[in-house]
């Protein structure tokens, strides 16, 4: 059984890319493009991994992910942020810079 | 006023001591001519009362000589015998009297018998020309003198001065005893013999000139000569006038001479009297002349010794006020002025030293405060950048995220395409990342995070870009000299590394894919710092790019947005350090990144 990630932006090109790159590599991929979006796909299908924008209209990654956190607390989730690492609101969850560094996140998220 | 006060005391100093000696020499010569006159006058007029009273008594005596040779001549019974009884014996044997009692033609012009109206009754001249004489002058007043000579208690009187031609003549009347009417009048010339000037001469000395005369100023005679008269004045008298004829002052004394119508005059001329007055003033003019040379070539030399040296301190001081602060006075002397001289030396070499302090001082700041205007400058630039950079850098983040993810994905699935679409596919992956690169360095400059410095080791600072850029750059290497006891210094580790891999990656860029080497150089400086030194071998920075290579957004790569050197400059100050180009211009470049020395690493 293969692993499922749900990929969450607000840009729908993002989402796409990257979900292509992703089922290449052979992983089952879920779309969503907002924080509300992608609590509700998690609650309905259970994800493995979660890959989420920060700046999103409506509810933002850093809640969206406290929010997950609350409910799924061993869910592993990556943030994306097209700005730079220290104006991030620290949290547990990692954090990575657009345009991504690919080999490093599937380093990040397949092991 | 102005006039005086703008020449030099060189030319006033003697010009004043000649006018004090002018001015006091003339006093001390007026008053002592005043009163040396006076005191010549006093005395002149002392010997003319003192000769005055001489010659009266000789007049005395010659007037009372005279009556008696007048009178034993009247006396002689033959000119009695005549007069009481005419004849022609008698007559003759009178004649011979009178001829026998005289007359000398030198002393006497004639001796006769008269009778009171004047008619003469008896003659015996004494030459020729004696009646003719006789005759000429006025007889007129001959009653008077007869009326005179019988009042008299001696029987004579003696007439006025009678002048004919040059001979002067008196006549001196003695009545005959015992024939009333009757007078023996004998005619005698004013003494002009030799007899007469020698006592006369004994008496009055060469310089004293005596008149003899009339008191009524009608005939008046000089040593026998007739002669003009006196200035009237009353008998003993000094007073001066100016005798006619002769245009000189005399000082004189009038007598009269008791029995008789005449009167004398004793005259000094007053060049005689002052004579020692002008001889003084002679001697007294040689000595101010003396003391005139001697005073002004003394006050001459005193002021030239004054003066000189005040000049040449004037001089300095002028020098100093120009700005010449190293200018110093040489005098050599050890007086008040010598002293002078060094406390002026030693003054101008405190306002020397103060204006150096000054100047460096000055210097200094205006250096410090253009280093901290730059500095402002520079960062203000940097964070309106920043501001905009962190702005559109987010959102250009997105669509380069989005096209990475693209070539990515078409990398990955066309893996077996033809090369060229391959070698295409890779141009834009590259061209992606340095516009990464660019934005992330745009937000870089936003960054405001705080300065955590730590101590750190150079080595260990170089060996991480080291790393880096092996990583990245593929165009060069570069070699380090990093002494072993070089001091550990305190700076952020991200900062200095941002700053080295900035200076690494344009010293490899500045060569242009030459095989040149970039050198990395550290080196303690001595005053709490350590200079690492980056120098390429490249063509080096132009003059007209040389003041600029801090300013932010100034490049002259093709490729770059010129932030790296400013940022880099920004973050060195920010660490307590900076970033200098030590290079001269179009020479291979060196900056040197000044970083501070750790406390307790030496």
Not at chain 1, 32 to 38: K, L, R, V
Not at chain 1, 80 to 105: C, F, G, S, W, Y
Not at chain 2, 212 to 226: A, C, K, R
Not at chain 2, 521 to 534: I, K, L, N, S, W
Request: net charge neutral.
């Amino acid at each position: 059984m293969s692993r499922r990630i749900l990929i969450v932006d607000d840009d729908r090109d993002m989402v796409r890319t990257l979900c292509d790159i992703f089922t290449l590599r052979g992983w089952d991929t879920g779309k969503a493009y907002s924080g509300d979006e992608a609590i509700d796909a998690q609650k309905t299908s259970a994800y493995d991994r979660v890959l989420m924008d920060i700046k999103m209209p409506g509810l933002d990654g850093i809640s969206a992910y406290k929010s997950l956190s609350r409910l799924f607390p061993k869910l592993p989730v990556v943030l994306m942020t097209a700005h730079r690492i220290a104006d991030v609101e620290q949290t547990n969850a990692r954090v990575v810079t657009k345009p991504l560094d690919l080999p490093a996140l599937f380093n990040m998220l397949e092991t | 006023m102005g006039v005086i006060s703008r020449r030099s005391i060189r030319t006033k100093a003697p010009l004043a001591a000649v006018a004090l000696i002018l001015l006091v020499v003339a006093t001390l010569s007026t008053a002592s001519i005043v009163v040396l006159r006076r005191t010549l006058h006093e005395h002149a007029a002392e010997r003319l009362r003192a000769l005055t009273d001489q010659l009266g008594e000789t007049f005395r005596a010659n007037m009372a000589a005279s009556r008696v040779r007048t009178t034993g001549i009247a006396s002689r019974p033959e000119i009695a015998a005549y007069l009481g009884k005419p004849s022609a014996d008698s007559e003759a044997a009178a004649r011979a009297a009178l001829i026998a009692v005289g007359p000398q033609p030198e002393l006497s012009l004639a001796i006769e018998v008269r009778d009171v109206s004047g008619r003469v009754l008896l003659g015996a001249p004494a030459n020729p020309d004696a009646a003719t004489l006789i005759g000429q002058a006025d007889t007129s007043d001959f009653r008077a003198l007869a009326d005179a000579a019988a009042a008299s208690e001696t029987g004579t009187a003696f007439g006025k001065l009678r002048q004919s031609g040059d001979i002067i003549f008196y006549p001196a009347a003695a009545r005959v005893p015992g024939q009333v009417g009757a007078f023996v009048v004998n005619w005698r010339r004013i003494g002009n013999t030799a007899q007469a000037r020698t006592q006369l001469a004994k008496i009055l000395g060469s310089e004293a000139a005596f008149f003899f005369g009339n008191g009524d100023s009608t005939v008046w005679s000089e040593l026998g000569q007739p002669a003009l008269p006196p200035a009237a004045a009353p008998p003993g008298q000094v007073f001066e006038f100016t005798r006619q004829g002769r245009d000189e002052t005399v000082i004189a004394v009038r007598g009269l001479i008791e029995g008789t119508p005449w009167a004398y005059s004793l005259e000094f001329p007053s060049h005689v009297v002052e004579a020692p007055a002008r001889a003084f003033m002679w001697t007294m003019s040689s000595i101010a002349a003396g003391c005139l040379i001697v005073g002004g070539l003394a006050a001459w030399w005193l002021s030239r010794r004054v003066a000189a040296p005040i000049e040449t301190l004037t001089n300095a001081a002028d020098a100093i006020a120009a700005g010449r602060t190293e200018e110093r006075v040489q005098l050599s002397r050890a007086d008040e002025l010598g002293r002078l001289g060094a406390s002026f030396n030693a003054m101008a070499g405190e306002v020397e030293t103060v204006r150096r302090h000054l100047e460096d001082a000055v210097e200094k700041r205006t250096g410090e405060l253009r280093s901290a205007q730059e500095s402002l400058a520079r960062r203000e630039k940097l964070a309106l950048i920043g501001h905009l950079a962190s702005g559109v850098g987010h959102e250009i983040r997105n669509p380069l995220g989005v096209m990475a993810n693209a070539v990515y994905y078409l990398e990955t699935v066309q893996a077996d395409a033809s090369p060229q679409v391959l070698q295409y596919l890779g141009i834009l992956r590259q061209q992606i990342q340095l516009c990464a690169k660019i934005v992330n360095d745009l937000l870089d400059l936003s960054r405001a995070t705080p300065v955590n410095r730590e101590r750190v080791g150079v080595d260990r600072l170089l060996n991480e870009v080291d790393v880096r850029l092996q990583r990245t750059e593929t165009r060069g290497a570069f070699v380090a000299d990093i002494p072993p006891d070089l001091p550990a210094v305190v700076v952020d580790p991200v900062h200095a590394g941002q700053v080295l891999d900035n200076l690494l990656s344009n010293a490899l860029q500045a060569m242009n894919g030459s095989p040149g080497t970039v050198r990395v150089r550290a080196r303690a400086t001595g005053d709490g710092f350590v200079h690492v030194e980056v120098s390429d071998s490249g063509p080096g920075i132009s003059q007209e790019h040389f003041s600029k290579v801090f300013e932010p957004l100034f490049t002259t790569k093709a490729r770059g947005i010129g932030l790296g050197l400013a940022l880099s400059k920004s973050l060195a100050q920010a660490n307590g350090g900076d970033l200098t180009l030590v290079s001269a211009p179009n020479q291979s470049a060196t900056f040197a990144f000044i970083l501070p020395v750790a406390e307790g690493s030496a």
